[in-house]
Each structure stands twice: as structure tokens, then as C-alpha cells.
T-cell receptor, first 110, second 112 residues
Framework: GQQLNQSPQSMFIQEGEDVSMNCTSS?????WLWYKQDPGEGPVLLIA?????ELTSNGRLTAQFGITRKDSFLNISASIPSDVGIYFC??????????FGTGTRLTVIP | KAGVTQTPRYLIKTRGQQVTLSCSPI?????VSWYQQTPGQGLQFLFE???????NKGNFPGRFSGRQFSNSRSEMNVSTLELGDSALYLC???????????FGQGTRLTVV
């Protein structure tokens, strides 16, 4: 399968700080998705991006679909304790295959 | 609108047994995909079903199989369970265009 390199692997930040994580691939994707997963639960869709260069916000979350279609980033502003969890990027190919990044584990220190 | 429902939530089986997991997609979603999630391997794609047909398949042995019914509900089966099959099994559903995939809460399978 295709490799999605997600970084950083983990982050420890103070409450109120901004967070940035990104995902890169050697392959082109038609759609980029960002998910958050809490322990023992399924991933929850946060943001979907459909066009190269697209910048989309969902509350304190902002994500961008890279111009080359091979990367995407997610920013979280003014982090709060409930932002804790694992964030996954996912890329969807034209053949309807969804590939996931390795995840970024976020810890927010109150 | 109800989300994706997976049953059961937790399951303990012994080596050599077989297991069947169930997934009910969001109403109107006809594509159902299955994933295995382990700490070491992350989210690994198992297979995708659309209109009762397997449309895509990941790199898993033949012990892993699935099917989809006419109401889009899906089941996956694992035969001859091994210890390494212990994982969180996730199901995701999406519309026919397969853009945004929505996940269920998963079934935590423990093989002892």
C-alpha cells in the first residue's frame, strides 16, 4: 500500500498553544481527510479537503490540501484539554482506496 | 441520523476459533470498508464492499473474509484465529461516491 508519512509522531503542548501536524506522500490523492481518535473509539472525521490548494476550517481546526496533492497539514489553535487524542490523516485515491497516516498523538497539559 | 453501528463492542476468543463481526452503515451509505487497527501496524485496510460486491481488498490472508447484504449491512469473518489477530476492527461507511468515510466505534477482539 501507499505510505503516508505523518509528523510529528507525538506532541506535548501547554493548554492554549497552537498545534501543527502534517502528512506527506509520494503519491497523489484526490481527497485528504483528517480524523481524531479517542482511546477505544473509532476515528471521527474532522475535516475533508477535495481540491488542491483548498484551505478549510472547522472551529479551531484548519486544514489545507497541498498544491502538489501529495501533502496536507492540520492546525489546531488555542488547544484545550479535550483536544487530546490521536490525529490521523487519510488520502483517498481515484480508485477509491483510503490510506491512513501513522497518526500524531497529542497530549495537552493543563 | 444514526451513525455506523458495530457489534459486538468487545469479544474474547481462543486460538483456532472463528469470529463474525457485524457493521450497520449510516442509512443511505452503500459502501462499507473494514480496517484492522493494532498499536504496531496502525490502521490497515482489509476490504471494501459496495452493492454486495467486494470492490477492493487489502493484503490480508484468506482467513479474513467479508460479505455485504442487500440492506448494505456487512459482516466480516476471521477463521482459525491467531493471537496476532487481536486488534480493534473498524468499519467505515460512505456514500457511493466514496468521499467522506464515517467510522463505527469498533469491535475490540482479543484472542487468547
Amino acid at each position: 500500500g501507499q505510505q503516508l508519512n505523518q509528523s510529528p509522531q507525538s506532541m506535548f503542548i501547554q493548554e492554549g498553544e497552537d498545534v501543527s501536524m502534517n502528512c506527506t506522500s509520494s503519491s497523489i490523492f484526490n481527497t485528504w481527510l483528517w480524523y481524531k481518535q479517542d482511546p477505544g473509539e473509532g476515528p471521527v472525521l474532522l475535516i475533508a479537503l477535495y481540491k488542491a490548494g483548498e484551505l478549510t476550517s472547522n472551529g479551531r481546526l484548519t486544514a489545507q490540501f497541498g498544491i502538489t496533492r501529495k501533502d496536507s497539514f492540520l492546525n489546531i489553535s488555542a488547544s484545550i484539554p479535550s483536544d487530546v487524542g490521536i490525529y490521523f490523516c487519510a488520502g483517498l485515491t481515484g480508485a477509491n482506496n483510503l490510506f491512513f497516516g501513522t497518526g500524531t498523538r497529542l497530549t495537552v497539559i493543563p | 441520523k444514526a451513525g455506523v453501528t458495530q457489534t459486538p463492542r468487545y469479544l474474547i476468543k481462543t486460538r483456532g476459533q472463528q469470529v463474525t463481526l457485524s457493521c450497520s452503515p449510516i442509512s443511505g451509505h452503500r459502501s462499507v470498508s473494514w480496517y484492522q487497527q493494532t498499536p504496531g501496524q496502525g490502521l490497515q485496510f482489509l476490504f471494501e464492499y459496495f452493492s454486495e460486491t467486494q470492490r477492493n481488498k487489502g493484503n490480508f490472508p484468506g482467513r479474513f473474509s467479508g460479505r455485504q447484504f442487500s440492506n448494505s449491512r456487512s459482516e466480516m469473518n476471521v477463521s482459525t484465529l491467531e493471537l496476532g489477530d487481536s486488534a480493534l476492527y473498524l468499519c467505515a461507511s460512505s456514500l457511493p461516491a466514496n468521499t467522506e468515510a464515517f467510522f463505527g466505534q469498533g469491535t475490540r477482539l482479543t484472542v487468547v
